[in-house]
């Protein structure tokens, strides 16, 4: 729900724009000052704002500059008497999205409103297009005939409003997949949020997914929009979502049933309208079966599941990746080619890091490499473990023992360092859940942010 602050020292007028614009589902508060409307604009940052130009304590102008200073992309309209449109001028130089002259029927004022939400939409719209454009985009590479099925079942899916699971292991491109279903899909023009369910504690999770109010915990200074709300019309992907914790499952359970959720702290219900996609690189069933997750929200998320796989399952693939992360990297100097003793070793390769892992081992070949032409120079050395290397049964115990500690604090250490730093990879790589993960790191007074 957009959030407007009115900003106007008549009793009446700010009466009028409160029921205007409540009545057709804007979530509204006013203000009588100059002062105390800059004080909740910065404090609680609204989507839009309506400010007239006379006000005690504080004028329009002076509000716009300050807002401006501190929220640049805040949308201001400003409300002027008629006959002062040099005012007007002035204030769109100072930054207002729109201008008011009083008096003004309320149609106008809604289109007024509308229309600057569908300018920051767009804008919004833009700057996630040239993120996609410089980054490669949301593009699917690949010819194997288990890539075309992946791509056919995005296809038709994405015509759908159906709930999405994309599995896969780490590395496979199960971002690219949620990004390609949402640019195919009927909501294109609509926001695309991401959230990483592994990335936070559960307490900020959740004011993450569905916003707080102000107060509503320690550090809580300012109302906070959740994702769910800035997803409204598009699409919310929810990535790793096997590290959501029950009570969060929960209330994820809610929204996809009833649409419906508070604030953390609030009472008000909001009603959204998002579609949901997740995505994990675990057996989301299995858990489900043994406990670990809530039965009834994994059926509900599985509506629609997409299996990525995994690079080594789709080796004919290799060539077209590299070529296509060859041309984006064009910007290092020149586009380079592979010769076919390269080409060879990377087809040979099981790439346990999947396609993510391609791409990095291409961007330091295209560093290391002197001419046009990429040889096995270039190439790093690859060392795929054997089964038994990568078994318990390899670590053998020494007649004089070992400390588990130590032996434990050593293994986190190894899977940080192994991993540049990345906790949820590093938890995988010894069977933790990542907050148990964290635990032990404390534990031993590991920097959870090492090598970041």
């Known amino acids: 729900m957009r959030r407007v602050l009115i900003a106007d020292d008549e009793a009446n007028m700010r009466w009028v724009l409160e029921r205007a614009l409540s009545k057709v589902g804007y979530d509204v508060e006013t203000a009588e000052d100059g002062k105390i409307a800059l004080d909740r604009a910065l404090e609680e940052r609204p989507d839009l704002v309506l400010v007239d130009l006379k006000m005690p304590k504080m004028d329009g102008l002076s509000v716009l500059r300050t807002m401006k200073k501190y929220y640049p992309d805040l949308m201001v309209v400003m ?59 949301w593009q699917l590479v690949g010819n194997s005939e288990a890539m075309k099925a992946v791509k056919h079942l995005v296809e038709r899916v994405a015509l759908t409003p159906a709930t999405v699971l994309i599995e896969g292991e780490s590395g496979t491109g199960k971002e690219l997949v949620a990004h390609a279903i949402h640019t195919l899909s009927p909501r294109v023009n609509g926001p695309f949020i991401r959230v990483n369910c592994a990335a936070l504690t559960e307490t900020l999770l959740e004011s993450e997914l569905f916003g707080h109010e102000k ?75 043994e406990g670990r997750f809530r039965e009834d929200l994994y059926y509900r998320l599985s509506v629609f599941p997409i299996s990525i796989p995994p690079l080594r399952e789709r080796r004919e693939d290799i060539p077209y990746l590299a070529d296509h992360f060859l041309k984006k990297l064009k910007s290092y100097g020149q586009t380079k080619t592979l010769n076919s003793e390269v080409l060879t070793q990377l087809m040979e390769y099981d790439w346990p890091g999947n396609v993510r892992e391609l791409e990095n081992v291409v961007e330091r070949m295209v560093i290391i490499s002197q001419g046009a032409e990429i040889g096995a120079d270039g190439l790093p050395v690859f060392s795929t473990p054997s089964k038994e290397e990568k078994g318990l049964e390899s670590f053998v115990l020494p007649p004089e023992g070992v400390s588990l500690e130590e032996l434990e604090k050593s293994f986190l250490q190894q899977a940080m360092e192994q991993t540049g730093g990345n906790q949820s990879q590093a938890a995988k790589r010894l ?3 990542r907050h148990a993960f964290l635990y032990r790191l404390e534990k031993y007074g590991i920097d959870p942010h090492w090598g970041i």
């Open 79 to 137: 409300m002027t008497a008629h006959g002062s449109t040099a005012t007007a001028v002035e204030a769109m130089k100072a930054g207002a999205h729109d201008y008011l002259m009083k008096p003004f029927d309320i149609d106008e004022l809604l289109i007024t409103v509308a229309k600057a939400f569908e300018v920051e939409s767009l804008r919004e719209q833009v700057d996630y297009l040239k993120g996609e454009v410089q980054s490669g985009g």
């Open 215 to 289: 107060g509503a915990f320690t550090g809580a200074h300012a109302r906070k929009t959740g994702r769910f709300e800035l997803a409204n019309g598009g699409t919310l992907f929810l990535d790793e979502i096997g590290e959501l914790s029950f009570n969060v499952q929960a209330k994820l359970l809610r929204v996809l049933q009833e649409r419906t959720f508070e604030r953390v702290g609030g009472e008000k219900t909001i009603k959204v309208d998002v579609r949901i996609i997740t995505a994990t690189n675990r057996n989301l069933l299995k858990q489900a079966q």
């Open 431 to 433: 069977g933790l859940s």
